[in-house]
T-cell receptor
Framework: EAEVAQSPRYKITEKSQAVAFWCDPISGHATLYWYRQILGQGPELLVQFQDESVVDDSQLPKDRFSAERLKGVDSTLKIQPAELGDSAMYLC??????????FGQGTRLTVV | QKEVEQDPGPLSVPEGAIVSLNCTYSNSAFQYFMWYRQYSRKGPELLMYTYSSGNKEDGRFTAQVDKSSKYISLFIRDSQPSDSATYLCAMGGGGADGLTFGKGTHLIIQP
């Protein structure tokens, strides 16, 4: 069964350090999303790609966050510098139709 | 008022009971609706996807959408302890790409 792959599963980093997350979507899915989920809340969209182009990054804190999907397949989300408030689950999802979203297992980030 | 309202629970029911989970929303432009199940420390798993008002059934799960009332429901029949998880409603097509999620309802099925 096709799955969205994410790594690492867990990451602990000190504040002010840089951190990066990787995502490999389901093969053939042109749409890729990065969401952030704070404990006890639903996921919130950070950025959406259609192939290699950014469709929506209005909720991405661009002073410290960046995302890329250079070849339109896998994607990287970076935070530099990390802050304590960035501790959350970072979820990648892909979609075949820009409607249904299929999620990976997420990266749980703890900033200390 | 948040766009999507969902009671966080916890909701505790005995094994075998019928479970009803609900969400209300304020954006009448939402066109498609989903239910996700999320186990602790895992990513959300898509359970049901609906595009119109009415009912959709898949095994023990039934999704119901009432666009006139801006209300969606998920029913789980013959609930099992393995159904214990957080259930997230999500909706899209409201003028922007991406999904808008509820907070999730924590469901506990007691053996």
């Amino acid at each position: 069964e096709a799955e969205v792959a994410q790594s690492p599963r867990y990451k602990i980093t000190e504040k002010s350090q840089a951190v990066a997350f990787w995502c490999d979507p389901i093969s053939g899915h042109a749409t890729l999303y990065w969401y952030r989920q704070i404990l006890g809340q639903g996921p919130e969209l950070l950025v959406q790609f259609q192939d290699e182009s950014v469709v929506d990054d209005s909720q991405l804190p661009k002073d410290r966050f960046s995302a890329e999907r250079l070849k339109g397949v896998d994607s990287t989300l970076k935070i530099q510098p990390a802050e304590l408030g960035d501790s959350a689950m970072y979820l990648c999802a892909s979609s075949p139709d820009r409607r249904q979203a299929f999620f990976g297992q997420g990266t749980r980030l703890t900033v200390v | 008022q948040k766009e999507v309202e969902q009671d966080p629970g916890p909701l505790s029911v005995p094994e075998g009971a019928i479970v009803s989970l609900n969400c209300t929303y304020s954006n009448s432009a939402f066109q498609y609706f989903m239910w996700y199940r999320q186990y602790s420390r895992k990513g959300p798993e898509l359970l049901m996807y609906t595009y119109s008002s009415g009912n959709k059934e898949d095994g023990r799960f039934t999704a119901q959408v009432d666009k006139s009332s801006k209300y969606i429901s998920l029913f789980i029949r013959d609930s099992q302890p393995s159904d214990s998880a957080t259930y997230l409603c999500a909706m899209g097509g409201g003028g922007a790409d991406g999904l808008t999620f509820g907070k999730g309802t924590h469901l506990i099925i007691q053996p």
